[in-house]
């Protein structure tokens, strides 16, 4: 059994390889890979396209179908590797194992949100341009988080873009920070429930 979890696991890992190795690939649209690309494709995209059909994944002209397909991967990678190790798994340990998987792939997300905040702050304070191909794809991206704070926070008030930018990034680290203090207790209090 322990046999079939680690094979298990080593497919597992291998798959999750590829599924990165295409998604860098559409990266490069336009390119021609050949033959090995159709294969890739042909592996990974019935996959991959599964996660597309849940119109929630995207946010604005992000999709995040692909990270929920790769964090299934780890949720499973995971528990292979528990009950291999362990020799079982009780449902509070499931549970934590999901919970820190899901906690990963947003902590992820909050910190590049954190990180594309900061450079627009920065860029702002250097009076950089705004109307350069990195600074529009930046605000695209993080226009949803300030039109929120935004309207949230000061609607009647007239406050700067750059507050409102420190704003929404004081907010992204405060959750990150509660969050992650939050996510491990309730990971260790999970990974102790009995059934």
């Given at each position: 059994m322990d046999l079939i979890l680690r094979i298990s696991t080593g497919l597992l890992s291998g798959y999750m390889l590829l599924l990165f190795l295409r998604i860098i690939i559409t990266w490069f649209s336009g390119s021609d890979f050949g033959r090995p690309y159709e294969i890739l494709t042909a592996i990974t995209d019935p996959y991959l396209n599964y996660f597309k059909q849940f119109t929630f994944l995207k946010f604005g002209m992000m999709d995040f179908s692909s990270i929920a397909g790769i964090l299934l991967l780890v949720i499973v990678m995971n528990i292979l590797n528990t009950i291999s190790s362990y020799g079982s798994i009780t449902f509070g340990i499931m549970l934590a194992i999901i919970l820190g998987a899901v906690w990963s792939a947003v902590n992820f997300l909050i910190t590049f949100f954190i990180m594309l905040v900061l450079l627009r702050l920065v860029t702002g304070m250097l009076n950089a341009t705004r109307q350069s191909p990195l600074?529009?794809?930046?605000?695209?991206?993080?226009?949803?988080?300030?039109?929120?704070?935004?309207?949230?926070?000061?609607?009647?008030?007239?406050?700067?873009?750059?507050?409102c930018l420190a704003v929404s990034g004081a907010i992204l680290l405060v959750m990150l920070i509660s969050g992650n203090a939050i996510t491990s207790y309730l990971g260790i209090f999970l990974g102790k429930l009995s059934f």
């Open positions: 600074m529009t794809t930046i605000e695209t991206i993080i226009s949803p988080l300030t039109n929120f704070v935004y309207h949230n926070f000061f609607k009647n008030n007239n406050i700067t873009y750059t507050t």
